[in-house]
């Protein structure tokens, strides 16, 4: 489940990637707040975070304000995910950047835990990795545009 900051996050980045794709410059922070209707006093702060690291630039002055500095092609949501949520594995023992052995795990090899785990978060890491900002801001208002539709497993 992703944090009531990392959807802040994406929200920003919606209008911002709106305002790029409109040929438009900089916005405010009090316009990105009120077009993705985010609280401004947590935008700031999400919004720096944002901006050391390269994926969003800001500028002062009266025409100032953020813009992306990155083309939406190139702006990873699973490094957003880490960025803003942190690791995103479900277990420590399978994070790749910021690997921790579980303090009560005796083996992780046979570990039943962690093998049923590793097969549903490599399935999950294969659908988001490739995911990108441009796949949402393309996805429009159709929920569920970005990827497929699960297919149901039979019953047994």
Do not use: W
């Not at 304000?65 to 803003?84: F, K, M, N, T, W």
């Amino acid at each position: 489940m992703i944090t009531q900051k990392m959807k802040y996050a994406l929200k920003a980045l919606l209008v911002l990637g709106d305002q790029q794709r409109a040929g438009a410059g900089p916005l405010r922070i009090e316009t990105i707040a009120q077009r993705a209707g985010v609280p401004k006093r947590f935008l700031e702060h999400i919004l720096l975070d944002i901006r050391d690291t390269g994926i969003v630039a800001s500028t002062r002055g009266r025409s100032g304000g953020y813009a992306l500095a990155r083309d939406p092609r190139q702006v990873s949501i699973p490094e957003l995910l880490r960025l803003i949520d942190g690791p995103i594995a479900p277990l420590p023992c399978l994070s790749r950047t910021a690997y921790q052995r579980c303090e009560d795990c005796t083996d992780e090899a046979s570990c039943r835990i962690r093998q049923v785990f590793s097969g549903i978060f490599a399935n999950y890491l294969l659908l988001i990795e490739s995911l990108t900002l441009d796949d949402l801001l393309r996805s429009g208002k159709a929920a569920g545009a970005i990827l497929p539709a699960p297919e149901a497993a039979p019953l047994p």
